[in-house]
């Protein structure tokens, strides 16, 4: 998981805005100058992009330090309840962590 902001917005900047836009570019000069080496290094840009966008989503996954989950009755109140998945005072020393939120079907 990327745990540095800025390398993640660095590749997400590459692989949302440069490679697409590059592999345009490219895609207009090949066609205009009709050259067969330019298809495979076209060929290798939307690559280099698909593997950049599958290394993101993969990094982006959290990590849940717990879940909180919420129960709703009939009557309309509701009891949220929260669980670690996590010793608390590991918890403890993290700068931020990230909660699952369950909501479960109302009870009677």
Do not use: C
């Not at 900047?13 to 490679?19: E, G, H, M, V």
């Amino acid at each position: 998981m990327i745990r540095y902001a800025r390398t993640n917005e660095l590749l997400r900047y590459i692989s949302q805005l440069t490679l697409p836009i590059g592999s345009a570019i490219f895609f207009t000069v090949a066609v205009i100058y009709d050259s067969i080496v330019s298809y495979f290094v076209l060929g290798g840009l939307i690559t280099l992009n698909v593997i950049v966008g599958l290394f993101l989503l993969y990094s982006s996954r959290s990590d849940y330090a717990g879940s909180i989950e919420i129960e709703e009755f009939s009557d309309g109140a509701k009891r949220y309840s929260l669980v670690l998945y996590a010793d608390p005072e590991e918890i403890d020393q993290e700068k931020e962590v990230i909660f699952k939120v369950n909501s479960a079907q109302p009870h009677s």
